[in-house]
């Protein structure tokens, strides 16, 4: 409260009655026109040169802000401030409440004056007074007057506050309205002030003409000691009158039109003040809700967390944002959530006088967060599905790829069964209408348990086979195609499942089920579709490597179908063989081997691989290993060999074959690689009776040549280019190999992969073969385990063969001289030869057959003729002559006299043939030697059958 100068305190009270006995005096002694001087006095400021200013902001102040919106504004919040002040100036409890006061109204002799509290009203409105001597010159200043006219009070005093800050155009009334007020008037006005320049500012500065202001001011007269008239005067800044309105104003538009709840807590944490939109929603009027607290808003766990941050906010000032917080409002079960933000409210001076609550309802945004999240964490899952299932060909990593994906992050157990018959190959499993077919278990997934389904039906342990009954959920669920839900069973594990069809192209391939336990979320409509989703990927990918396998195992039987059946035999050659095709993420490839024999104890070996993987090389692998024994048996030369087998190569992609591809490949187009088949191959022919075997190549890789008591080497065979690129003849190259030598025949996935390039694979392969004198089956073994042979990036194909020459004793050779009498020498040699090697019962059709062939090379060829008998599983007869032309064979009729010496042959022989050689040619036929078993056919029933 302002202090009152001591001179101005000892007047006579200026109440409300006193002031009118005094006015009414004075118009009692002055007639006329004094009278009505006096009665204006009190209005006089309307009617002076300031009654522009004054009056309109005297309607402004006093009638009409009474009317506008600030109004009430302004006197709820005086209230509430009367209240505040009441409460903070009441005498504390030392004060002696029980006295009163006396008939004249004065305080017992004990009591004292209570200062203002900090933050009183008078903070605000910075009011001020000073007092006017009887001279009508300024004798007190108090220190408000300093603040508000910036005068200290020893230049005050003693100035004339007409002259000193009045304007200049109106000092003139201002000294008329001096002269009543010394006279013994009271007066309130407004008045337009300008105080005095500073006494140091020099002329022309910024201070030389002093602040501009308005003042609202209540002048009170007074008198002195001495009888004199004097006067207090009671000033208040109309400007900060303004600022206080308007932040008023301000304030109650913001609290009471905020579409937030809002509060406004004390420091004994109640609510002081509540707005409208906090009242609608909690129930009751705004004054409803003064004086509770957060418990009777909120649980009481949420509550004691609430008061921590209230108190903690009021003891530290510091504001909390975005603080969730949960309850329910009267009326409705639902849980809603909030977002508060709180700060420490203060009065003028810095006391802390509350907290403000600002409350949002995020119920809805919380709901929206929800789904955005579990939308996430969907697409997230479906994301590392896609990224996670299928990376395999198989069926069973397949579906141990989806229960990865799905425990623990979608449920808490998982099986998959697929139906046991496309396990097995079958294009359309059994029991597909009914849902009762056989399923095997392939998978299972438990992030709890290590038992499938505790409480449940009997576990199916992973491998097994089993299937549902037909009025179960499953069955339902792989009948129609669509999921199902499974109750849970009381006392269970298991709160609840559900059973998924893995669907995929139509095609329902299995079952999936999905199981939470009790304490997890249950299943609901998203779920069940992101189930759906996650199901029918691993669908597709099962039913790819499904399809996959089958298309696998079909090249696999093919190829295998198409390579040599058994152990292969050759004459004077032991065989040993392997065949290792490549795992299921490589496919099948197109490597191979033949071993074949040829006449004359020959034998022809083969090593090749087609370029490409799957059924497709396959099958051209089939086509040139049929195309290679087709041109072994015409007994051709290797290389000419390797050359039909280009152009066959050549062929293969072309509808039209051979003639047709070469003519296409005159034409310019764009080639299509799709359909150009290129292979490697090395061909070798070896005679069993020089034991010199002849190599060609055709881009392959060499052959390894392992001689008694010597390190391997690759032999130096051109390599010439692949089957089907054409333009380049092949090379032949004779090798005469030694008794028991080791030959080596393989293809590249032996020695080559993506961890050892092809020099160290070779460098390994030649290393691996240190001991060619052990049995070949284990060499072959041997080889196999040393090399890096389980990369599974290509087929493996390896041919080895040891050297067992024909012993002299089992050949006899002879060359007869070209006269008709070297046919009976014939017949002699033979008979003696099979007679030493015990082949008796051979002798009659040998001598038989022999004769002809003898006869025709006489009759028919040309130069010496040579006669040789070759003894090893079959007896061979071979007659050579120089001539060039080629016996054929044809049909006698029955009134031709010659004719049937080669049907002769045909008859009695197990085969015949012709060949050619660098100087003629040669024609043999074979015998089976006598077993005992195999009958040998009557020569003379077979002259008979020709007839």
Same mark, same amino acid.
């Given at each position: 409260?302002?202090?009152?100068?001591?001179?101005?305190?000892?007047?006579?009270?200026?109440?409300?009655?006193?002031?009118?006995?005094?006015?009414?005096?004075?118009?009692? $002694?002055?007639?006329?026109?004094?009278? /009505?001087? %006096?009665? #204006?006095? &009190?209005? +006089? @400021? =309307?009617? !002076? *040169?300031?009654?522009?200013?004054?009056?309109?902001?005297?309607?402004? $102040?006093?009638?009409?802000?009474?009317? /506008?919106? %600030?109004? #009430?504004? &302004?006197? +709820? @919040? =005086?209230? !509430? *401030?009367?209240?505040?002040?009441?409460?903070?100036?009441?005498?504390?409890?030392?004060?002696?409440?029980?006295?009163?006061?006396?008939?004249?109204?004065?305080?017992?002799?004990?009591?004292?004056?209570?200062?203002?509290?900090?933050?009183?009203?008078?903070?605000?409105?910075?009011?001020?007074?000073?007092?006017?001597?009887?001279?009508?010159?300024?004798?007190?200043?108090?220190?408000?007057?300093?603040?508000?006219?910036?005068?200290?009070?020893?230049?005050?005093?003693?100035?004339?506050?007409?002259?000193?800050?009045?304007?200049?155009?109106?000092?003139?009334?201002?000294?008329?309205?001096?002269?009543?007020?010394?006279?013994?008037?009271?007066?309130?006005?407004?008045?337009?002030?300008?105080?005095?320049?500073?006494?140091?500012?020099?002329?022309?500065?910024?201070?030389?003409?002093?602040?501009?202001?308005?003042?609202?001011?209540?002048?009170?007269?007074?008198?002195?000691?001495?009888?004199?008239?004097?006067?207090?005067?009671?000033?208040?800044?109309?400007?900060?009158?303004?600022?206080?309105?308007?932040?008023?104003?301000?304030?109650?538009?913001?609290?009471?039109?905020?579409?937030?709840?809002?509060?406004?807590?004390?420091?004994?944490?109640?609510?002081?003040?509540?707005?409208?939109?906090?009242?609608?929603?909690?129930?009751?009027?705004?004054?409803?809700?003064?004086?509770?607290?957060?418990?009777?808003?909120?649980?009481?766990?949420?509550?004691?967390?609430?008061?921590?941050?209230?108190?903690?906010?009021?003891?530290?000032?510091?504001?909390?944002?975005?603080?969730?917080?949960?309850?329910?409002?009267?009326?409705?079960?639902?849980?809603?959530?909030?977002?508060?933000?709180?700060?420490?409210?203060?009065?003028?001076?810095?006391?802390?006088?509350?907290?403000?609550?600002?409350?949002?309802?995020?119920?809805?945004?919380?709901?929206?967060?929800?789904?955005?999240?579990?939308?996430?964490?969907?697409?997230?899952?479906?994301?590392?599905?896609?990224?996670?299932?299928?990376?395999?060909?198989?069926?069973?990593?397949?579906?141990?790829?989806?229960?990865?994906?799905?425990?623990?992050?979608?449920?808490?157990?998982?099986?998959?069964?697929?139906?046991?018959?496309?396990?097995?190959?079958?294009?359309?499993?059994?029991?597909?209408?009914?849902?009762?077919?056989?399923?095997?278990?392939?998978?299972?997934?438990?992030?709890?348990?290590?038992?499938?389904?505790?409480?449940?039906?009997?576990?199916?342990?992973?491998?097994?086979?089993?299937?549902?009954?037909?009025?179960?959920?499953?069955?339902?669920?792989?009948?129609?195609?669509?999921?199902?839900?499974?109750?849970?069973?009381?006392?269970?594990?298991?709160?609840?499942?559900?059973?998924?069809?893995?669907?995929?192209?139509?095609?329902?391939?299995?079952?999936?089920?999905?199981?939470?336990?009790?304490?997890?979320?249950?299943?609901?409509?998203?779920?069940?579709?992101?189930?759906?989703?996650?199901?029918?990927?691993?669908?597709?990918?099962?039913?790819?490597?499904?399809?996959?396998?089958?298309?696998?195992?079909?090249?696999?039987?093919?190829?295998?179908?198409?390579?040599?059946?058994?152990?292969?035999?050759?004459?004077?050659?032991?065989?040993?063989?392997?065949?290792?095709?490549?795992?299921?993420?490589?496919?099948?490839?197109?490597?191979?081997?033949?071993?074949?024999?040829?006449?004359?104890?020959?034998?022809?070996?083969?090593?090749?691989?087609?370029?490409?993987?799957?059924?497709?090389?396959?099958?051209?692998?089939?086509?040139?290993?049929?195309?290679?024994?087709?041109?072994?048996?015409?007994?051709?030369?290797?290389?000419?060999?390797?050359?039909?087998?280009?152009?066959?190569?050549?062929?293969?992609?072309?509808?039209?074959?051979?003639?047709?591809?070469?003519?296409?490949?005159?034409?310019?187009?764009?080639?299509?690689?799709?359909?150009?088949?290129?292979?490697?191959?090395?061909?070798?022919?070896?005679?069993?009776?020089?034991?010199?075997?002849?190599?060609?190549?055709?881009?392959?890789?060499?052959?390894?040549?392992?001689?008694?008591?010597?390190?391997?080497?690759?032999?130096?065979?051109?390599?010439?280019?692949?089957?089907?690129?054409?333009?380049?003849?092949?090379?032949?190259?004779?090798?005469?190999?030694?008794?028991?030598?080791?030959?080596?025949?393989?293809?590249?996935?032996?020695?080559?992969?993506?961890?050892?390039?092809?020099?160290?694979?070779?460098?390994?392969?030649?290393?691996?073969?240190?001991?060619?004198?052990?049995?070949?089956?284990?060499?072959?073994?041997?080889?196999?385990?040393?090399?890096?042979?389980?990369?599974?990036?290509?087929?493996?194909?390896?041919?080895?063969?040891?050297?067992?020459?024909?012993?002299?004793?089992?050949?006899?050779?002879?060359?007869?001289?070209?006269?008709?009498?070297?046919?009976?020498?014939?017949?002699?040699?033979?008979?003696?030869?099979?007679?030493?090697?015990?082949?008796?019962?051979?002798?009659?059709?040998?001598?038989?057959?022999?004769?002809?062939?003898?006869?025709?090379?006489?009759?028919?060829?040309?130069?010496?003729?040579?006669?040789?008998?070759?003894?090893?599983?079959?007896?061979?007869?071979?007659?050579?002559?120089?001539?060039?032309?080629?016996?054929?064979?044809?049909?006698?009729?029955?009134?031709?006299?010659?004719?049937?010496?080669?049907?002769?042959?045909?008859?009695?022989?197990?085969?015949?043939?012709?060949?050619?050689?660098?100087?003629?040619?040669?024609?043999?036929?074979?015998?089976?030697?006598?077993?005992?078993?195999?009958?040998?056919?009557?020569?003379?029933?077979?002259?008979?059958?020709?007839?």
């Amino acid at each position: 409260m302002s202090e009152i100068p001591a001179k101005a305190t000892e007047s006579e009270d200026p109440s409300d009655s006193a002031r009118a006995d005094e006015a009414g005096d004075v118009a009692r $002694a002055v007639p006329g026109d004094t009278a /009505d001087a %006096a009665t #204006e006095t &009190t209005t +006089d @400021h =309307a009617s !002076d *040169d300031t009654a522009e200013t004054t009056t309109d902001y005297a309607s402004d $102040a006093t009638t009409d802000h009474a009317s /506008d919106g %600030a109004a #009430e504004a &302004t006197a +709820d @919040h =005086a209230a !509430d *401030d009367d209240r505040d002040y009441a409460e903070a100036a009441a005498p504390g409890p030392d004060v002696d409440r029980t006295g009163e006061t006396g008939e004249a109204g004065e305080l017992p002799g004990d009591a004292m004056w209570q200062s203002s509290p900090p933050g009183s009203i008078y903070d605000y409105i910075k009011a001020a007074s000073f007092s006017i001597g009887a001279d009508g010159l300024v004798d007190q200043w108090s220190l408000r007057a300093e603040q508000i006219f910036g005068i200290p009070a020893e230049r005050a005093v003693g100035l004339d506050p007409i002259e000193a800050f009045v304007p200049a155009d109106r000092r003139e009334s201002g000294q008329r309205k001096m002269a009543e007020i010394l006279d013994g008037r009271e007066w309130t006005g407004l008045v337009p002030f300008r105080t005095p320049a500073a006494e140091d500012a020099g002329e022309g500065s910024e201070d030389s003409g002093g602040r501009e202001g308005l003042a609202e001011v209540y002048v009170m007269p007074t008198t002195t000691e001495h009888g004199e008239r004097a006067a207090v005067c009671i000033v208040v800044d109309v400007r900060t009158l303004r600022t206080i309105e308007t932040d008023l104003a301000a304030s109650q538009a913001i609290f009471g039109q905020s579409p937030f709840g809002f509060l406004l807590i004390d420091t004994d944490l109640q609510v002081r003040r509540a707005n409208q939109r906090f009242a609608s929603i909690f129930g009751g009027t705004v004054d409803d809700h003064r004086g509770k607290g957060v418990h009777d808003y909120l649980p009481h766990a949420e509550a004691e967390r609430v008061t921590a941050v209230l108190r903690r906010v009021l003891e530290t000032g510091d504001s909390i944002t975005d603080m969730h917080v949960t309850g329910q409002v009267p009326g409705s079960d639902e849980r809603r959530h909030w977002s508060i933000n709180l700060y420490r409210v203060h009065s003028g001076s810095g006391r802390p006088i509350g907290i403000a609550w600002l409350g949002t309802d995020i119920t809805s945004r919380r709901a929206a967060a929800r789904e955005a999240a579990a939308a996430r964490r969907n697409l997230a899952l479906l994301n590392e599905a896609g990224a996670r299932i299928g990376n395999s060909l198989d069926l069973e990593t397949t579906a141990r790829e989806l229960l990865d994906v799905v425990v623990p992050g979608f449920c808490d157990l998982a099986t998959v069964d697929l139906y046991q018959g496309l396990l097995a190959g079958d294009e359309t499993p059994p029991g597909l209408a009914d849902g009762s077919a056989e399923l095997r278990r392939v998978a299972f997934a438990s992030a709890v348990s290590d038992a499938p389904f505790a409480g449940g039906p009997a576990p199916v342990a992973v491998g097994a086979v089993h299937h549902f009954p037909f009025n179960s959920p499953c069955a339902d669920a792989l009948r129609t195609a669509r999921p199902q839900h499974i109750p849970a069973d009381d006392g269970g594990l298991i709160q609840s499942t559900l059973a998924v069809p893995m669907v995929a192209h139509d095609t329902v391939v299995g079952l999936a089920q999905f199981s939470r336990t009790k304490g997890s979320e249950p299943f609901g409509e998203r779920d069940r579709a992101l189930a759906v989703e996650l199901a029918a990927r691993a669908a597709v990918c099962i039913d790819n490597a499904r399809l996959y396998r089958r298309e696998h195992e079909r090249a696999l039987i093919l190829q295998r179908s198409l390579l040599p059946p058994g152990d292969p035999e050759a004459s004077g050659l032991d065989i040993a063989c392997r065949y290792l095709p490549g795992n299921a993420a490589t496919e099948v490839g197109g490597d191979w081997f033949d071993v074949i024999e040829l006449p004359g104890h020959r034998t022809a070996l083969v090593v090749g691989d087609v370029m490409g993987r799957g059924l497709r090389a396959a099958v051209a692998m089939g086509e040139l290993r049929t195309a290679v024994r087709t041109l072994a048996l015409l007994d051709l030369e290797p290389a000419e060999v390797l050359s039909a087998l280009d152009e066959i190569a050549r062929g293969l992609g072309t509808p039209g074959g051979v003639q047709q591809a070469t003519r296409t490949a005159r034409q310019p187009r764009d080639a299509d690689l799709s359909e150009v088949y290129l292979a490697t191959c090395v061909y070798a022919v070896y005679d069993s009776v020089t034991r010199r075997c002849t190599f060609a190549n055709a881009g392959h890789l060499p052959p390894v040549l392992v001689e008694p008591g010597e390190t391997a080497l690759m032999l130096d065979v051109p390599p010439g280019m692949p089957l089907g690129v054409g333009g380049e003849p092949f090379e032949e190259v004779e090798v005469e190999l030694p008794e028991g030598a080791l030959l080596a025949l393989y293809t590249d996935g032996l020695v080559e992969s993506r961890d050892h390039p092809l020099d160290e694979g070779l460098q390994a392969f030649v290393g691996a073969l240190t001991d060619p004198s052990r049995p070949l089956e284990d060499v072959c073994d041997h080889v196999l385990n040393t090399l890096d042979t389980h990369h599974g990036e290509d087929d493996i194909a390896l041919l080895m063969a040891r050297v067992q020459g024909l012993p002299a004793e089992s050949v006899g050779d002879w060359t007869l001289p070209r006269e008709p009498r070297s046919v009976g020498r014939a017949r002699e040699y033979t008979r003696a030869q099979l007679v030493a090697w015990d082949l008796e019962p051979l002798v009659d059709t040998t001598e038989l057959l022999v004769s002809e062939l003898v006869t025709n090379a006489l009759r028919y060829g040309e130069g010496e003729i040579r006669l040789r008998l070759l003894l090893d599983r079959t007896l061979v007869c071979e007659v050579w002559d120089a001539g060039l032309v080629q016996p054929r064979r044809r049909r006698a009729r029955d009134t031709d006299e010659g004719g049937r010496g080669l049907q002769l042959v045909g008859l009695l022989s197990a085969g015949w043939g012709s060949r050619r050689t660098p100087r003629g040619k040669t024609v043999w036929f074979e015998l089976p030697l006598p077993d005992g078993e195999t009958g040998l056919t009557d020569p003379a029933e077979a002259l008979l059958s020709l007839f």
